[in-house]
Every structure is written in C-alpha cells, then in structure tokens.
C-alpha cells in the first residue's frame, strides 16, 4: 500500500505496511487509545512504519497536535495484540486505534500537552460519529490488555475527553477508607466484584480468587477510572466507581 485518501479531513497520510483485512469483514465498534512510551516521536513513528515493528495503528497524533493516518479505516490495523474485551479476543479487527505521542511510564509520564488533546477529541469524535461508537467502548490500551499494557496511563484525561462526549465516565468517589479486597482474598464478594468487572467487559475470571489476574484488572481499571491511587485494591472508592459505571450504562 504506498498510499491511500484520509478517513479524518485532518489527517495527513503516510502508509504503514502493517495491516491486514478486518476479520470476516468485522466493522469497528470500538476505539483504542494507546500511548507511544518511546522517547521521541519521530522514534515511535519509525517504528510504526517499518516493517519488521509488525506493529501499526491508524492514527498518530502528536504532542502539537497534528495527525497522521497511517492505516485505512477499513483495514485491520495492529495495534492492540492480545487483548479482549467483553469476550471479543480478535479487538483489532473490532477496533480502531490511536498512538498518542507521549513517553509514558518510561519516560517519567508528563501530562499531554493541551493542544495534543484537543486534536485527539477532534479525531475521536470525527471516528465515533462516523462508526457509531458507543461511549463505553472507547477505551485504553491497559482495559483490552491489563497486565501486559499499562497506556495511556492514569494521568490520561479521560474526564476532559468524556465532557467534550468522547468515552464513558462517571465521576470518581473520593478515595477514602472503608471494606476492601486485595490479592489473596477469596469468597463471594470477590466472586460478586469480579461479575460487575467482567459485566464491564473486562477480561477477568470470576472465580472467587482474588488472583494476580484480578489485581491487574483492578490496577487497569483504576487507570482508567480511578486515577488517584493505582495499587490493584479493589477499596470502596473503586467499588462504588464501578457500581455507578455500571448504573449509567444504556439500558441499565
């Protein structure tokens, strides 16, 4: 593929060779925000269009907040790897994906730049209204793959990106005291807890055991909802947070 039209008016185009077709010709309901976690953009970039990476995405947007389209719409991009979400393991070819350039974890996690932001609302809400994406799909890395990713991190603004109508979000209870489970607990409330994430959509065993699955799961869920305290305990504020995400889903 040497080069192809723009799925976003404000993109530019520079073709990665990695992708593939959409799986029995699957339709992307779901859109995935990752981080770049190298140290340079131009470096991450690179990477994403060589083609020994075997690593792509759609979009790239930079810390100035322009955009590059790297990978068709209607192509299968590779960007999220292993990963599930409520049940669906083949997330690439439900998906379309975003690198946002930042360092991430790596590099000391700097805030994104405001503008890098802006342009980031601007292309998911161009992408949600044009594939009809429902709020609570549109998700991190770290959902679809906890354990094995951690990006976009928890200093991402889910909060700015949900009041401008991108994402599902409620807003956090405080961090506080109060009844909590952690790795190594067992019964039916964490059988009970492990239901609400799965229900979520998160890939988790509801078993009972409070395992390392489990605390990854939380850990992820915390990044993205909870962000003031990351440490896989799943304490009332978290519990709460996902009870009420869960009241304000459609249909609930």
């Known amino acids: 593929m040497s080069g192809f039209l723009p799925d976003y008016h404000a993109a530019d185009v520079m073709a990665s060779p990695n992708f593939g077709d959409r799986r ?26 060589r083609p020994e990476s075997e690593v792509s995405s759609h979009y790239f947007v930079f810390e100035d907040g322009r955009i590059i389209q790297l990978v068709p719409e209607n192509a299968r991009a590779w960007h999220a790897g292993r990963s599930c979400w409520k049940g669906e393991t083949d997330v690439n070819s439900a998906s379309i994906g975003i690198e946002i350039v930042n360092p991430g974890h790596p590099g000391g996690l700097p805030d994104f730049p405001e503008v890098q932001i802006a342009a980031v609302i601007g292309l998911c809400c161009d992408v949600i209204g044009r ?82 699955r489990t605390q990854g799961v939380i850990e992820a869920f915390q990044r993205h909802f909870r962000q003031d305290r990351v440490d896989g305990i799943a304490d009332a504020s978290t519990i709460e947070t996902l009870h009420r995400l869960l009241k304000s889903l459609p249909g609930t």
Request: a negative charge; one cysteine or more; aromatic letters at 10%.
């Open 131 to 212: 594939h009809a994406i429902m709020p609570e799909r549109v998700l991190g890395h770290s959902d679809v793959a906890p354990v094995r990713k951690i990006d976009p991190g928890e200093r991402f603004p889910w909060a700015t990106l949900a009041s401008a109508g991108v994402g599902h979000w409620v807003e956090p209870s405080p961090v506080g005291g109060g009844r909590y489970f952690q790795l190594g607990d067992a019964g039916p409330p964490v059988e009970a807890l492990q239901a609400m994430l799965a229900l979520y959509g998160y890939d988790v065993p509801v078993s009972g055991e409070y395992c390392v």
């Open 24 to 49: 029995d010709g699957c339709a992307p309901d779901m859109l995935i925000l990752h981080y770049t976690g190298m140290p340079s953009a131009e470096g991450a970039l690179d990477w994403l269009l």
